[in-house]
């Protein structure tokens, strides 16, 4: 059983960054690929990032390409998501998902196993 939890979420301005955290505790946090996924009011969860267990390969959403960069430290059991250039429609709750059966992880949801408990970003213009 692996347990997420999620950091450094908080209220900027639009142009502004973040660096979110996931600490992951109770498994080997190197056999698993990661996700971030994110969940703006009234609306279903999307996909943000993903990161393979080696940390070699990412792929990112449309919405976020070059502006969002996910990384591992797989010594620190723990995933990062530091976000640039936030935008306003960037405000959401943002979670970070663990993965047993990939490589790098997929982009529905649905597929992780392991899910954090959200830390909020908040992007005023």
């Known amino acids: 059983q692996v347990q997420l939890v999620e950091s450094g979420g908080g209220l900027v301005q639009a142009g502004d960054s973040l660096r979110l955290s996931c600490a992951a505790s109770?498994?080997?946090?190197?056999?698993?690929?990661m996700g971030w996924f994110r969940q703006a009011p009234g609306k279903e969860r999307e996909f943000v990032a993903t990161i393979s267990w080696t940390g070699d390969s990412t792929y990112y959403a449309d919405s976020v390409k070059g502006r969002f960069t996910i990384s591992r430290d797989n010594a620190k059991s723990t995933v990062y998501l530091q976000m640039d250039s936030l935008k306003p429609e960037d405000t959401a709750v943002y979670y970070c998902?663990?993965?047993?059966?990939?490589?790098?992880?997929?982009?529905?949801?649905?597929?992780?196993?392991?899910w954090g408990q959200g830390t909020q970003v908040t992007v005023s213009s």
């Open positions: 109770g498994g080997t946090f190197s056999l698993y690929a």
């Open positions: 998902a663990a993965a047993s059966r990939y490589d790098i992880g997929p982009v529905s949801a649905k597929e992780y196993e392991y």
